[in-house]
């Protein structure tokens, strides 16, 4: 969930925000010029984006980042990825300290609307939700009634629960924790009854418990959280971002992948018109190269270097993993199958 206020963040940089959606490119062209990208990932969130054990983030959330690095770069690894705490993170987005954040942020309308961060692109439609323990015997959110709910100080996450227990008429008391791994010790020790934040995190965090299988999420999901990557606002990275993702969607919708775009642009010729306008010299990337600086094969570096977004989900998240989660039949899923994730055309 991670909804922190932004109030805090913003004291004292008021003024490197104001005006900044005037700027052109100047962000794009730090990014080129030291050769490096600044990513912001949350610290410990299985799946989604986690250190393994050389110290290099992995999961969903990291993957984005590479996605840019390869799109700006051509280099997957020119990635500098880094956790921090929710609220750190929209902090050196403002103050200029990082380029853009790949953890799981909602964009509401307030945010949107503050001139230090941009919204970009949304890569996983979410809902609020609560975990239990087992031993609690409770199947229903209905049925929690004067319960200790475990959530982050200051964030929405508290907003969506006074909601929602309001209109249900049930009574609760709230444990504010700021700090995330102090949140999910104190919920596994027993002193909150529920812990609540997003249904996707909520399922990455319950394997953080010693014993897993000790705990269940319960069926309601009672918000709408659009998690969505964030920039600092330069309409060049933005466009390099937004595109870089669009790539992935189109990529996912057309069946091409890292393992089988050699294959494809092997025989080009025979491929359908929207792979040709994908990876051709002279196709639709190769125009948006030249407009947006990019480097001439951008398309194929994100999708050879990071993979689809299908290929991606699968990979962190997928039904081969320990989340098991499944594209099909759920809001992720394209849109020709039912889902919201829409691929823009290139053309």
């Not at 941009?118 to 031993?135: C, E, H, L, R, W």
């Not at 596994?188 to 897993?212: E, I, N």
Request: proline share 4%; glycine share 8%; charged share 20%.
């Amino acid at each position: 969930m991670l909804r922190t206020n932004l109030a805090a963040a913003f004291a004292g940089v008021a003024l490197l925000a104001t005006g900044s959606h005037a700027y052109a490119g100047p962000v794009f062209d730090e990014v080129v010029s030291t050769g490096k990208l600044i990513c912001l990932v949350s610290p410990s969130a299985p799946g989604f984006s986690v250190p393994d054990s050389a110290g290099v983030f992995q999961g969903f959330n990291a993957d984005f980042c590479r996605m840019a690095a390869a799109a700006i770069l051509g280099d997957a690894g020119k990635a500098d990825i880094r956790g921090i705490g929710f609220s750190d993170s929209l902090k050196s987005l403002v103050s200029r300290q990082a380029h853009m954040a790949s953890r799981s942020v909602t964009e509401t309308g307030t945010r949107s609307a503050d001139p230090g961060l941009s919204f970009v692109a949304t890569t996983f439609y979410d809902g609020q939700g609560f975990m239990v323990p087992k031993s609690l015997g409770v199947k229903s959110a209905t049925e929690l009634k004067g319960a200790t709910i475990c959530a982050e100080d200051g964030s929405t996450t508290l907003l969506n629960i006074a909601d929602w227990f309001a209109a249900k008429g049930l009574d609760y008391k709230i444990e504010n924790i700021a700090d995330k791994t102090a949140r999910l010790q104190a919920f596994f020790a027993g002193k909150c009854d529920v812990y609540a934040s997003d249904m996707t995190a909520l399922a990455a965090d319950r394997h953080l418990a010693q014993s897993p299988g000790d705990y269940e999420l319960l069926p309601e999901v009672i918000s709408a959280e659009p998690l969505t990557l964030v920039t600092q606002p330069d309409e060049a990275l933005e466009k390099a971002v937004r595109w870089g993702f669009e790539v992935m969607l189109n990529a996912d919708e057309l069946g091409i992948n890292s393992a089988n775009a050699d294959a494809a642009i092997a025989d080009l010729e025979r491929q359908p018109k929207a792979v040709q306008r994908l990876f051709a010299k002279d196709g639709a990337t190769a125009d948006m190269a030249a407009k947006m600086k990019l480097p001439a094969d951008w398309a194929y570096q994100v999708i050879k270097q990071v993979g689809s977004y299908g290929e991606v989900f699968d990979r962190h998240l997928g039904p081969s993993t320990p989340f098991n989660l499944k594209r099909e039949g759920s809001l992720n899923a394209s849109v020709r199958n039912g889902g919201l994730m829409y691929a823009y055309p290139i053309r």
